[in-house]
């Protein structure tokens, strides 16, 4: 039975002298450090989505209109969600922060 790997054609590779010179041209091959983004940040990101300013736009509909209680109910959500989401945004940047070096290794 012939062995699979005389099937193989396979290149040496680079020379030393290519392989630095590629090294000094684009550096080490690694992934790109991605942005922190910073608590502040995050919470500007959530106050941005379309269904958050549907619940901050009709409560401030409800104050217009005179309907206090319905208007802090919506308003005490929209500001729940955005604190829940920080949180859990900022937490997530951490730990990914913290955790990916020790992946790719």
Same mark, same amino acid.
């Given at each position: 039975?012939?062995?699979?790997?005389?099937?193989?054609?396979?290149?040496?590779?680079?020379?030393?002298?290519?392989?630095?010179?590629?090294?000094?041209?684009? @550096? #080490?091959?690694?992934?790109?450090?991605?942005?922190?983004?910073?608590?502040?940040?995050?919470?500007?990101?959530?106050?941005?989505?379309?269904?958050?300013?549907?619940?901050?736009?009709? @409560?401030?509909? #409800? *104050?217009?209109?005179?309907? *206090?209680?319905?208007?802090?109910?919506? *308003?005490?959500?929209?500001?729940?969600?955005?604190?829940?989401?920080?949180?859990?945004?900022?937490?997530?940047?951490? @730990?990914?922060?913290?955790?990916?070096?020790?992946?790719?290794?």
């Amino acid at each position: 039975m012939p062995d699979a790997s005389s099937d193989l054609h396979s290149t040496p590779g680079l020379s030393e002298a290519d392989a630095q010179a590629r090294l000094k041209t684009e @550096g #080490y091959n690694e992934l790109p450090r991605p942005e922190r983004r910073t608590p502040l940040r995050i919470v500007l990101e959530v106050l941005r989505e379309p269904m958050l300013a549907l619940l901050i736009g009709g @409560g401030v509909i #409800y *104050l217009l209109l005179g309907d *206090l209680k319905e208007a802090v109910i919506l *308003l005490v959500f929209a500001t729940m969600s955005v604190v829940i989401t920080a949180v859990q945004e900022t937490r997530t940047e951490r @730990g990914s922060s913290q955790n990916l070096p020790k992946i790719l290794r």
